[in-house]
């Protein structure tokens, strides 16, 4: 059973940064990790993904001020230009295999989430 633990929300003013992490209790080949992020009313929606070979996708709305990476077996996602609208719990997501599908659906292992607002 794999355990998912994120890190690093908060509250920002828009246009700030906020950086997000979560590790992973262990990784098995391949795999894809991904971030997303529900708001009040919303449904879940996928932000960036990352592959264990390092190929990255992102949502459109957050193209250009959003990055995930992975560094020494935990993974971040740099936050920044960020507006109200990015206002959500986010959650990091993990499944196993090659793809990175972007429906919540299709992965296995969650988080507990982390709070992130952004004031206007």
């Known amino acids: 059973q794999v355990q998912l633990v994120e890190s690093g929300g908060g509250s920002v003013q828009g246009g700030g940064s906020l950086r997000l992490s979560c590790v992973a209790s262990?990784?098995?080949?391949?795999?894809?990790l991904a971030w997303f992020r529900q708001a009040p009313g919303n449904e879940r929606e996928g932000v960036a993904f990352i592959g264990s070979d390092g190929r990255t996708n992102y949502a459109d709305s957050v193209k250009g001020r959003f990055t995930i990476s992975n560094e020494h077996a935990k993974n971040n996602l740099q936050m920044n230009s960020l507006k109200p609208d990015d206002t959500a719990i986010y959650y990091c997501?993990?499944?196993?295999?090659?793809?990175?599908?972007?429906?919540?659906?299709?992965?296995?292992?969650w988080g507990q989430g982390t709070q992130v607002t952004v004031s206007s």
């Open positions: 997501a993990m499944r196993i295999g090659s793809l990175c599908p972007m429906s919540p659906n299709e992965y296995y292992y």
């Open positions: 262990l990784y098995s080949y391949p795999y894809c």
